[in-house]
Each structure stands twice: as C-alpha cells, then as structure tokens.
C-alpha cells in the first residue's frame, strides 16, 4: 500500500510544506476532513471499512499518523521537515493493529496521555 500521512488539523500553510517534502518521498498526504473525525483511523488508511453513522468530535489541536510507512521514511520525512524549517507536530502515531480500530479523538487523547508521562517521568521507559 502507498505510504499515507494522515493530518488532522494542520495549519494550511504548515501542511503545503509537508506535502513538498512528502511528495519527494513518495508519501500520500491526506487532509482528514473535521467530519470524518468520527470514522476509524483504520478507515482513513484504508485498511478497515467506513462506519455509515460515524460522529464527528473536534480535536484540541493537530495530529498525524503514518500508515504503511516502510523501514527508514519516517526518519526521511522528518530530516526533511526540520530542513524546510516545518515546526513540528507534537503528537504523532504509526498506525497499528491495536489504534486502527480508534477514532481520532480516542487516538489524540491516548497519544496525549503517553505523551505527558514520558514528560513528567512516570513511564518505565
């Protein structure tokens, strides 16, 4: 499958940057409509099928997460954001088994969560 970068919420002049430096790799970039929020991020990266009644929840801020990313890309894309001066995303995720079945809210409120540990210290990692 394409490798596909999911992007919730970001800036339209961030994301245009994003894109340059993605299409070089051959990385598809989505721009996740607000009212498929709802739907499984599984659906958007089309590996799961779309629910019919999917509601759509905002996000506090901006995401993204890779799908089919093969071994080294994502380390490319993000040399290759830092040298376009893109800022970063602070919250990010690879698609998995587990979170495919998640919507974005579920996804940006565990990937927040984990992010807070691993800052205050409370991660046995």
């Known amino acids: ?12 002049k961030k994301l245009g940057k994003m894109q340059i430096v993605c299409l070089r790799l051959g990385i598809r970039v989505q721009a996740v409509d607000p009212a498929d929020f709802g739907q499984p991020i599984g659906a958007l990266a089309g590996v799961l ?7 759509a929840a905002p996000l506090p801020g901006e995401m993204l997460v890779m799908a089919h ?14 040298a376009a001066h893109i800022p970063p995303v602070a919250l990010k995720a690879m698609l998995t088994d587990t979170n495919a079945a998640w919507t974005a809210p579920a996804l940006y409120a565990e990937i927040a ?6 800052y205050v210290g409370k991660l046995p990692f």
């Open 113 to 118: 969560k984990e992010q807070r540990l691993i």
């Open 69 to 82: 990313f093969r071994p080294g890309l994502l380390e490319g894309m993000l040399q290759g954001w830092r």
């Open 1 to 12: 499958m394409t490798p596909t970068l999911l992007a919730y919420q970001i800036d339209p």
């Open 49 to 55: 099928p779309r629910e019919p009644d999917a509601p």
